[in-house]
């Protein structure tokens, strides 16, 4: 995980890595982006950019599906669901 403030991808990279193969993980991780990922702490951003570093198809499998969760820590399991949470708040306001 990354724990260094130094380690932490500048926010043009977060962006980009936001940007996934399928459209339903664009609807979730991009509007998570543009409208919480600048809110965050540094410890929160580096767990978001854990996540981001994942792939698509688990990523699928946490976010659509929220299956597999069991296989993580507590703290990642925690932010897939706050990712998930605020991800709907954000599409309910559109």
């Given amino acids: 995980m990354f724990t260094s403030p130094c ?49 698509d198809m688990d990523l699928q499998q946490w976010l659509l599906f929220q299956q597999g969760l069991c296989s993580l820590d507590q703290d990642k399991q925690a932010w897939l669901h706050y990712v998930i949470h605020q991800s709907k708040q954000c599409q309910s306001l559109s």
Avoid at 8 to 31: A, H, K, Y
């Fill in 7 to 55: 380690e932490l991808w500048p926010d043009g990279t977060v962006e980009w890595r936001s940007r996934r193969g399928l459209l339903e993980l664009d609807l979730i991780l991009m509007p998570f982006f543009t409208q919480c990922y600048h809110r965050l702490s540094q410890q929160q951003k580096g767990l978001h950019q854990w996540l981001l570093s994942q792939n």
